[in-house]
């Protein structure tokens, strides 16, 4: 198995960027697909974005396109979260997440996960 450890989360203005990484241990880190998802107060897990083993496809939710990017550097065993023109509503705890063969959004693909990073954007 994988254990995940996420990093870079902060308190942004509106419009700023930030990066957030997640460190994998303990097993090959390219063979896992890897996901971000995040979590806002009082709301379920939801999808953000994935990212394949080769890192030659990624995809993402709707409310992010074209503001987020994920990229992964398999040499160093990490995937990042590259998040730029932020909202407010982009508040939330930011997890990354693993699975060894994953092909959708559904939270119950990836049984591998980190502690979560807190993202807190002010208007």
């Known amino acids: 198995q994988v254990q995940l450890v996420e990093s870079g989360g902060g308190l942004v203005q509106a419009g700023d960027s930030l990066r957030l990484s997640c460190v994998g241990s303990?097993?090959?880190?390219?063979?896992?697909?890897m996901c971000w998802f995040r979590q806002a107060p009082g709301k379920e897990r939801k999808f953000v974005g994935r990212?394949?083993?080769?890192?030659?496809?990624?995809y993402y939710t709707d409310s992010v396109k074209g503001r987020f990017t994920i990229s992964r550097d398999n040499a160093k065993n990490t995937v990042y979260l590259h998040m730029n023109s932020l909202k407010p509503e982009d508040t939330a705890v930011y997890y990354c997440?693993?699975?060894?063969?994953?092909?959708?959004?559904?939270?119950?693909?990836?049984?591998?996960w980190g502690q979560g990073t807190q993202v807190t954007v002010n208007s």
């Open positions: 990212i394949n083993k080769s890192a030659d496809s990624t």
């Open positions: 997440a693993a699975a060894l063969t994953a092909t959708g959004a559904n939270i119950f693909q990836y049984p591998y």
């Open positions: 303990g097993r090959p880190f390219s063979n896992y697909v």
